[in-house]
């Protein structure tokens, strides 16, 4: 070696790569040094990236305990290839490989990383030109993942994607059937089990089902598989499998919102009519069954249309609230409570006997009497109760148990309100 190259600094043959080098705290994961491509290729300045961290910069490693765990894995293996995406400064993503090893230096435990641009290394790959290639390369970018199965002997090609989402390297993730299975959340697993063997016994002509994966971070997401034989041995059995996976948590969050929604009053968050008649069927169909006690009681608020026509409806609104709170402090954890329409409410109390709802009506009451009121600028406001119970027989459905709760509710108001009337069985 020349002897200008002996006394050369460091820092100018590692400005010289075109690899992005960084030097890692391995307990924070914070950037110590870098060379000149590694904040250039990020649009960033030297000050600038040692500001950073793998948490933010590394958008596939979600949080310390995450990187604690990749921590240990490098730890262990002393070299650890991880495929993902770097944070530019303008918002866009770099596809990456980064190869990350442990050393230590004066007693201190350090992680060096080179991290190569992966998207400049695509383009120019030349067995990427056949056509074959190219559609398994973009499946592979544009699905959430691919997996092979060869069904003989057990043995399960994972991608890099599939491995990238659930927060793995692509070294990682032993290449077994149970490598997935035991990810399954357990409620999904005997579902996927079916749905898989139906198809290998030839009941469906391909395999789909969604369920819940565990990833690293011991967190669920929904995902979306579905697969297909693709190869079978001389006897027509099964031999290879192939699937695709997508990552569907986004959309289940979504539609759980909007099931929220349609089952939810928008103003006190009870439950509404259509989704409380359902659940109250529900519960009047296991007392049926069980020969238990129920009571269902209809609850109206008094001279409401005074409220809105006084205070307006902003304070008509804010009544409905204050009221469907009391009315939920006082329900037991059994008990159903849903709004009606307009200023009503029904509750169900499951083995509850007329004497019990007697007590439980009174307690109503006294808390609408006890509240307080000024906090919104109204009046004391009362209600007016009408409720109903099964007999002995044990074989009133809904609609009778209802429609004898409306009639003791009407009775109730035309008493005078502000009590509790429980309707007897020979006004009907």
């Not at 290839?81 to 442990?102: C, P, R």
């Not at 691919?146 to 390297?169: A, D, N, R």
């Not at 006690?293 to 204050?322: P, S, Y």
């Amino acid at each position: 070696m020349p002897e200008e190259f002996n006394q050369l600094n460091l820092n100018i043959l590692f400005n010289h790569m075109e690899d992005s080098v960084y030097l890692l705290d391995p307990e924070s994961s914070n950037i110590l040094w870098c060379n000149r491509s590694a904040y250039e290729e990020l649009g960033y300045k030297k000050n600038e990236i040692l500001n950073h961290s793998v948490l933010s910069l590394q958008k596939h490693v979600i949080g310390l305990p995450q990187w604690q765990e990749v921590a240990e894995v490098i730890r262990k293996e002393k070299s650890f290839t991880f495929l993902g995406n770097h944070q530019h400064k303008n918002g866009g993503d770099i596809s990456v490989e980064v190869i990350t090893t442990v050393f230590e230096h004066q007693n201190r435990e350090y992680f060096l990383s080179v991290a190569r641009n992966i998207g400049k290394r695509l383009k120019h790959e030349d067995d990427l030109q056949s056509r074959d290639q190219r559609i398994r390369f973009a499946f592979n970018e544009t699905s959430d993942g691919l997996w092979e199965w060869e069904i003989t002997t057990g043995h399960v090609f994972f991608s890099p994607q599939l491995k990238k989402i659930l927060g793995y390297g692509p070294d990682e993730m032993l290449p077994s059937v149970e490598t997935w299975s035991d990810n399954i959340h357990p409620d999904d697993l005997e579902g996927v089990m079916q749905s898989i063997n139906d198809h290998l016994e030839d009941k469906y002509s391909h395999y789909e089902h969604e369920y819940r994966l565990k990833n690293r971070n011991g967190h669920y997401l929904w995902v979306h598989d579905k697969g297909k034989i693709c190869e079978r041995d001389e006897h027509g059995q099964p031999r290879i499998m192939v699937g695709m996976v997508h990552n569907i948590t986004k959309l289940k969050q979504l539609e759980n919102q909007l099931e929220n929604l349609a089952s939810e009053d928008f103003l006190t968050k009870l439950p509404n009519r259509r989704c409380g008649e359902i659940k109250a069927n529900a519960l009047i169909e296991q007392a049926i069954q069980h020969k238990q006690h129920l009571c269902l009681a209809m609850i109206d608020l008094d001279f409401f249309k005074t409220v809105n026509d006084e205070f307006g409806h902003h304070k008509g609104d804010q009544a409905l609230e204050f009221s469907a709170d009391i009315l939920q402090k006082l329900m037991r954890s059994a008990d159903l409570i849903y709004r009606w329409g307009g200023e009503e409410f029904v509750c169900l109390f499951p083995n509850t006997t007329i004497d019990e709802a007697t007590q439980v009506t009174a307690r109503i009451h006294k808390a609408f009497e006890e509240a307080n009121w000024q906090e919104l600028d109204l009046p004391k406001q009362t209600v007016s109760i009408g409720v109903s119970c099964n007999t002995e027989s044990f074989t009133e459905d809904f609609e009778t148990l209802f429609r004898q709760a409306d009639y003791a509710l009407y009775q109730a108001k035309k008493n005078g309100r502000n009590q509790t009337l429980f309707c007897e069985e020979q006004s009907f």
